[in-house]
């Protein structure tokens, strides 16, 4: 299917999916860049209806594995700041992802550094072990530092974003 052929396709499946279902629409964004599907977002469906795609977002970055969901969150970020301003919280919300996810492709780094352990025993491998013991504790510490601070970050964000809920409510 074309580029031109997948935006037109992907646009018409989100249009008709209700809020709780894209399955059909998330099939087609399977086998599109993820800037093919921002461009979809931001071209045809976000100043149309934020809700929309707000529910399509949540749903599609559940897909990617850690790394990719990060790089998608980041691509779409700016959506949140301008075309998706009528979901509640929506600037809250997508900082909320980019903790979380950013937590978890950190994670996924350091278990990849981490993973490269043995090498260092490999005749092959130009490093030996001191190496990765330096690697370890120079990298691999700071990044489970990150990690942390990330997650913590992301529980104070939540506790703010029910904070404004509970202040909302006690207004009305």
């Not at 999916?17 to 800037?35: T, W």
């Not at 529910?55 to 998706?84: G, M, N």
């Not at 994670?107 to 030996?128: H, I, K, Q, T, Y």
């Not at 939540?158 to 809920?165: F, S």
Request: aromatic share 4%; charged share 30%; hydrophobic share 40%.
């Amino acid at each position: 299917m074309s580029e031109l052929n997948s935006k037109a396709r992907l646009a018409q499946e989100i249009k008709a999916s209700p809020h709780d279902s894209f399955s059909d629409a998330l099939k087609v964004a399977d086998d599109m860049s993820i800037s093919l599907v921002r461009e979809v977002l931001e071209e045809e469906i976000a100043s149309n209806d934020a809700v929309l795609c707000h529910c399509f977002i949540e749903q599609w970055l559940e897909r990617f594995e850690p790394l990719q969901k990060l790089a998608a969150t980041i691509e779409v970020s700016h959506l949140y700041l301008l075309d998706l301003v009528d979901v509640p919280h929506a600037e809250d919300l997508i900082l909320l992802r980019t903790l979380d996810n950013g937590a978890d492709a950190v994670a996924a780094l350091r278990s990849e550094v981490l993973s490269n352990r043995d090498l260092g025993r490999n005749p092959d491998a130009s490093f030996g072990l001191k190496f990765v013991k330096t690697i370890e504790a120079e990298v691999c510490d700071p990044l489970e530092t990150a990690i942390e601070r990330l997650h913590e970050n992301s529980e104070r964000l939540g506790v703010l974003i029910q904070r404004a809920d509970d202040e909302v409510k006690d207004q009305g």
